[in-house]
């Protein structure tokens, strides 16, 4: 993580906050509970009030997903198979759509978020990243409601930063925007050591993980 900058950074009309998934399931009690996940929830509120343009992501499985190690006979959570699209971890069910578990913390108080993205809504294809399921091919919209509102620079933040935050900063880079991670901001599965391949991968795009403090002094432990 970045030691505080000289200056705090000071969000426009051009940037944007994603939060990704800070969802009950990914909460402690949560069928798919993130290590201490919770403690994210009052950081990226404040986080959340020093930008105009906020976007939440909601994971939003139907019943029977292919992610789900209960749709594979004889699989077990956190098994890796082999699908039509590459490899696929194996999850327990979560954020199963109209359930408790897929909605929103209920201390997550973001009430100027502009959009709610629900994603892995096909039952066939997971989706970690705000911008593309896990196809590589099937686009949710994000990068043309960005582009429409000038937006040039994404800060992210929220649940899992070694899965779907990991995914969505990778594929904001890609698309041309500025790409920063927030990463105490975040909490981490790590599973099989994914918490330094996130790391490694981020660096080599160029992405920066920094603090909430180079936002907003008052937010610094």
């Known amino acids: 993580m ?16 994603i939060v990704v998934d800070v969802q009950n399931d990914f909460c402690p009690g949560g069928a798919l509970a993130v290590p201490r996940g919770d403690e994210v929830v009052p950081l990226i509120n ?11 992501t909601q994971d939003w499985h139907p019943r029977g997903h292919l992610s789900f190690a209960s749709s594979h006979p004889g699989k ?29 913390h209920e201390r997550l108080q973001i009430p100027h978020a502009g959009l ?16 593309y399921e896990n196809d590589r091919k099937t686009p949710t919209g994000l990068v043309g409601y960005l582009r429409e509102r000038g937006v040039t620079r994404v800060f992210l933040a ?10 969505s900063a990778e594929d904001a880079s890609r698309e041309g925007f500025a790409a920063c991670m927030v990463e105490d901001a975040c909490r981490g599965i790590d599973l099989n050591g994914s918490v330094d391949a996130t790391r490694e991968s981020l660096a080599a ?11 907003i002094p008052q937010t610094a432990a």
Request: aromatic share 12%; hydrophobic share 45%.
């Open 46 to 56: 404040r986080l959340a009030a020093a930008f105009r343009n906020v976007v939440l």
């Open 76 to 104: 077990r959570a956190f098994e890796t198979i082999t699908v039509d699209y590459g490899p696929q971890v194996l999850w327990p069910d979560h954020c199963v759509q109209q359930t408790p578990g897929a909605e929103f």
């Open 158 to 167: 929220g649940l899992a930063f070694d899965f779907c935050v990991r995914y």
């Open 205 to 215: 795009l160029g992405i920066p993980c920094i603090a909430a403090r180079d936002f």
């Open 116 to 131: 709610v993205l629900r994603k892995g809504t096909d039952r066939l294809i997971d989706s970690y990243s705000a911008f």
């Open 2 to 17: 970045s030691e505080a900058t000289n200056e705090a950074i000071l969000p426009g009309d051009h940037d944007v906050l």
